[in-house]
């Protein structure tokens, strides 16, 4: 069982507390009504399917109930960083070669 | 192999013999023995029966990778657990352990004849074979080979044994209780960490027990451990999976090692352990030798015969030969040499063999052939002799014998190394791949390290034998019957990935995972192809390490405590009036009340009269409810539902419809404003954690600078729905502060005031179709306000119903249940709400994928009323529905029935259903085919009662 770091608690706690969401940074148009059907079905359906870093929503359901954002490798399963709803998408690629690079981290 | 036991030595208690069964055959063994060491003793040899050609099968190993030897334990009634290796088997007084696959008995099994004709038996025979016609697969081919195949029976009855479970956390776990992770456990421990030791035998040691040299090491590194506080040592405990982040799995087999009468407590416990370093020390497993005739009992590895004498005081035969590619076999051979066991050659494939040791054996005066190999090997049911040549055009020597002992080197037990995605690295000195690279915090100690000298070998690839390949049985998978042939086959057909090998022929997809056969299969496939072994790939070894019990993995969760059962401060009175119940996503509800010699369906049908005509009380608490407080409170709900909150007036309900993002209904239910900034949320009773999910989401996330608080207050909140003509009646008398007559509280009005004393909130709502009020009252006092009513509505006959009942009166009434009518895939429009949809509304949750081009596109599923031509017939739920009931099959279906009850209001039965363009076919007659044949019904719209909405404004 993963442990995952909740941004909010400050603690590394077990998988079973959280959900998923889903990916990240997918805003809700402020005005659907404005989108055509093809940017409508992007928005709706549409996801990166990343293999590797993918930055992705979890909710610290069992815990402070809180959304926040991750960046998990999906090759290994790792989460590499959570952070705040809101804050940008943390810069990994220069602390990841160095994990790799070290083997354990 | 005609096995005895060494008069002296071993680790048994020669003091303390026991009885056991063995196919209903008693014999003796010691307290110490496995029963394994305990049938070799008494003579055994064969100890099973094959998976695919039956062939008769003897013991090859001491430890966790024995391939043949599966043994069902019989501990009496209900508690036969099949598939045990019968060297893990610790023995005990009255064992009863029975051999597996094999008809009618061990000796004599009819099936043998799979063997006769295993020319017919190739690699992907069942692939290639049972493929066509389709037909005969269910009737002829799949009862056939379950008959003949298979592994042990697995119990039909309950598991009547009760499984322990616990979490514990450790800065260092040592897996493995052989030297070196002994000694790794002794060196963290001084380090002063909690430490845990896990080894899956009954003692530590490991393969230090099978060399007397080095017992009193053992002794030592025992002692110290023991006297380490901080160390817990866990042995009968097989750690099983190693998963993320250094989270270990471990079973402890807590009972089965001693007699049943004297097993007490839990059968086995699971150990869920996050350990901050890990130490892998799982040792080395030798590898058999793949010849002609390998698989004949008596046939097996130098190691296990050497544990047999050393550990367990053993002799596996009278005159033994071993057939080495490793020194590990010589120095095997001394060992049994100075038991007194005659060693009638050693026969090395190698034609350089190690100096010193050969000093030693032929001072021993034992044979050596170098050079040479067994190419054939007699007898059935035991080793009678063997064949053996120099390499090549060699010419054939025969030597009696009866036991062969395969010494083929060492493969580093990499297990949960692999489960943990650590990386291997190919060496040429092993043959065999090495732990590399760690992704967590682990590191391989020992022999599983390749850091243990266990002598020089050579990892030969090609089968000692010229003779062809096909005719000879020289076997690399024991348990799952895989032969060199069936590796060489795959490749001719153009197999070329050790994976996709593996799965055509099945090497390494039995119980034991290939811990005997996956290197040598990669060997030969490697010789085959003509490239190297790190050129054509490797399987991964997954959890579990060995099979599980399910009682293990469940532990505590089961039957109540499988999951929590929900139950309303209503329950015990329900209990009393004799109720069925039936469960609801995790809630206990009364189905129906059913009165002396009543039936589900008299008890509904009066239920229902009551109601209609004139009061029943139900028990509602269960709906989801949700707190909405807060200054933007209308705005988020006018945001999240379909329809428009914000002129909703306080004291008003609404009945609120929510979509996903994709426009398809989620939920649904009936909501009050309570205040300006105050709204009390109902919704299904499965959907209120998904809902509350969805609106924190949304506010979240998405709307953040909405001033808003979501509390769950389902279980705040007793619901007592009180519906019929009669209702206000049974209210009034009780009521203070609201004024009940129907214009000052009209239907969808809310009102607080007390009722019995208690404080309400008064919904003036109905899920029936009649005069109705939903009293919410706080759950402490539910009881107690339930009991009031009862009481004041005696006069009126008030009636108690249930969830069948209020199925019934709300399908009369067309109102949909979502998750019963709607499935995930159903709009407003498609299920008749457009009028809940606020279509002056900019945006809501849903709406722009209202206009998407599939939802607004004909030919859709819409929600209808049904009515069968026989008014008694009462149609299944899930039926499909068709236009043509003469249609060949697979016909079209234009839609399935969604629900359908017999009603006593109407005298006639009724359904509802979804029907491609439903709304356009009212009057049309379709058909329902059903097994007794085919049902006609008419399609309605969905209101069958009372389609005005009279009775409702009473
Ligand atoms: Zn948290």
Redesign the interface.
């Known amino acids: 069982m993963i442990l995952i770091h909740c941004p909010y608690c400050e603690e590394d706690r077990p998988e079973v507390e959280f959900t998923y969401g889903g990916e990240a940074h997918i805003a809700r148009p402020l005005d659907p009504s404005a989108l055509d059907d093809r940017e409508w079905e992007t928005f709706l359906f549409v996801r990166t399917n990343e293999r590797g870093l993918h930055a992705e929503r979890w909710r610290h359901l069992h815990g402070c109930a809180r959304f926040f954002n991750a960046i998990r490798d999906t090759v290994t399963d790792r989460f590499e960083v959570t952070y705040k709803t809101g804050e940008p998408r943390p810069d990994l690629t220069a602390t990841t070669k160095a994990a790799k690079a070290g083997g354990k981290a | 192999m005609t096995g005895y036991r060494i008069p002296f030595g071993g680790r048994i208690d020669r003091s303390r013999p026991l009885t056991f069964t063995f196919d209903g055959q008693s014999y003796e063994g010691y307290a110490g023995d496995t029963l394994a060491s305990a049938l070799v003793a008494a003579g055994v040899t064969v100890f099973g029966r094959s998976f695919k050609y039956h062939r008769p099968r003897g013991l090859v190993a001491t430890g966790v990778e024995e391939p043949n030897a599966l043994i069902s334990l019989d501990r009496g009634a209900d508690r036969v657990t099949p598939n045990l290796r019968a060297p893990q088997i610790s023995l005990y007084e009255g064992l009863v352990a029975k051999s597996q696959n094999r008809w009618p008995s061990l000796k004599h099994d009819v099936a043998v004849l799979n063997d006769v004709f295993g020319a017919f038996f190739p690699a992907g025979f069942y692939n290639k074979t049972f493929m066509w016609p389709r037909s005969a697969w269910e009737k002829l081919y799949e009862p056939v080979i379950r008959n003949l195949a298979g592994l042990g029976e697995s119990p039909v009855a309950r598991d009547p044994d009760h499984y322990d479970a616990t979490y514990a956390h450790c800065e260092v776990l040592v897996v493995g209780g052989g030297i070196a992770g002994m000694e790794a456990a002794l060196e963290a421990a001084a380090k002063g960490g909690r430490v845990f030791l896990i080894d899956e035998q009954d003692e530590l040691g490991g393969g230090a027990l099978a060399d007397t040299t080095l017992w009193a090491t053992v002794d030592d590194l025992r002692a110290r451990l023991a006297a380490a506080d901080n160390v817990t040592v866990l042995t009968r405990t097989t750690a099983f999976g190693y ?3 250094n ?1 270990i799995g471990a079973s402890e087999r807590l009972t089965d090692h001693v007699a049943p009468f004297a097993a007490k407590g839990a059968r086995e416990k699971l150990w ?1 352990i ?1 350990a901050g370093e890990v130490v892998l020390a799982q040792g080395a497993i030798e590898r058999p030798l793949v010849f002609n005739g390998n698989d004949v009992p008596g046939v097996m590895l130098s190691n296990a015969a050497r544990t047999l004498a050393l550990r367990y005081g053993v002799a596996v035969g009278r005159r033994v030969v071993v057939m080495a590619a490793h020194d590990s076999g010589w120095r095997d051979a001394l060992a049994l040499h100075a038991l007194g066991i005659d060693i009638a050659a050693i026969i090395d494939m190698r034609t350089v063999v190690p100096g010193d040791l050969a000093d030693e054996v032929r001072a021993a005066g034992i044979p050596i052939y170098p050079g040479h190999a067994v190419t054939a090997v007699s007898g059935r049911l035991a080793v009678k002799g063997v064949t053996f040549a120099a390499y090549g055009t060699g010419k054939p020597h025969k030597l009696a014998c009866d036991a062969v002992l395969m010494a083929g080197g060492w493969t580093p037990s990499v297990h949960l190394w692999s489960h943990a ?1 650590g990386s291997l690295e190919w060496s040429d000195a092993w043959g065999a791949y090495l732990p590399a ?5 682990c590191r391989v100690v020992g022999a599983c390290a390749g850091a243990w000298d266990l002598g020089k070998g050579e990892i030969s690839s090609a089968l000692p034998n010229a003779m062809s390949v096909r005719k000879q049985k020289a076997f690399v998978d024991f348990q799952n019957d895989v032969k060199a042939r069936d590796i060489h086959l795959a490749v001719q057909e153009g197999f070329r990935s050790i994976e996709h090998i593996k799965r055509y022929t099945t090497n390494g997809m039995a119980t034991d995972q290939g811990k005997t056969s996956n290197l040598n299969a990669l060997q030969i496939a490697s010789n085959v192809l003509g490239k190297p072994v790190t050129d054509i790939g490797l399987t991964t070894f997954r959890p579990p390490y060995t099979p599980q019990t399910f009682g293990s993995l469940m532990g505590h969760h089961k039957d109540a405590l499988f999951q929590p059962l929900r139950k309303t401060v209503i329950d015990d009175w329900a209990v009393a009036q004799g109720a069925v119940f039936e469960n609801v996503s995790q809630w206990r509800r009364a189905r129906y009340f059913p009165k002396a010699g009543e039936g589900m369906d008299a008890a509904v049908g009066r239920e229902c009269q009551a109601v209609r005509s004139s009061v029943g009380i139900f028990d509602a608490s269960t709906l989801g409810k949700i707190e909405v407080v807060g200054p933007d409170a209308a705005e988020f709900l006018n945001r999240m539902y379909t329809n428009p909150w914000k002129s909703l007036q306080p004291g008003r309900c609404r009945y609120g419809l929510l979509l996903r ?2 426009g398809f209904i989620m939920d649904d239910g009936v909501s009050a404003r309570i205040a300006e900034d105050r709204f009390h949320l109902t919704t299904t009773t499965g959907g209120a954690p998904r809902v509350l ?1 969805m609106m ?3 506010l ?3 709307w ?1 600078d909405l001033d808003v608080w979501l509390t769950s207050t389902t279980e705040h909140w007793a619901v007592i729905a009180l519906q019929g003509p009669r209702a206000r009646d049974v209210i009034a008398p009780l009521v203070e502060g609201i004024d009940l007559s129907p214009k000052a509280f009209p239907h969808m009005a809310v009102r607080e005031g007390t009722i019995a004393g208690v404080p309400t909130r008064l919904f003036r709502v109905s899920f029936t179709g009649e005069l109705g009020f939903e009293i919410n009252v706080p759950a402490s006092e539910g009881q107690k306000v339930w009991d009031a009513i009862f009481a004041s509505g005696k006069q009126y006959g008030i009636t108690p119903y249930g969830t069948e009942a209020m199925h019934v009166l709300r399908a009369e009434k067309g109102y949909i249940i979502v998750g019963q009518d709607t499935d995930g895939t159903m709009t407003p429009y498609d299920m008749g709400l457009d009028w809940a949809v606020g279509k002056k509304k ?2 809501f949750v849903g ?3 209202l206009a ?2 599939d939802i607004v596109a004909k030919g859709r599923k819409q929600f209808v009323g049904l009515l069968t031509e026989d008014p008694y017939e009462v149609l299944e739920e899930g039926a499909q529905i068709v236009v043509h009931p003469d249609e060949p099959v697979p016909m079209t279906m234009i839609g399935h029935v969604t629900s359908s009850y017999r009603s006593t209001t109407l005298g006639r039965s009724i359904a509802l259903a979804v029907l491609v363009d439903g709304h356009a076919r009212m009057g049309e007659t379709v058909h329902i085919p059903m097994p007794e044949g085919v049902i006609r019904a008419k399609v309605t719209g969905p209101v069958f009662y009372d389609s005005e909405g009279s009775r409702l404004n009473d």
């Open positions: 998963y993320h982040q989270f869920r996050r995605k690279k760690a992704i967590e915090n993002e994709d999910s924190e989401d949304y979240q996330t998405e953040a900019a945006d709406k722009r994928s998407r081009p």
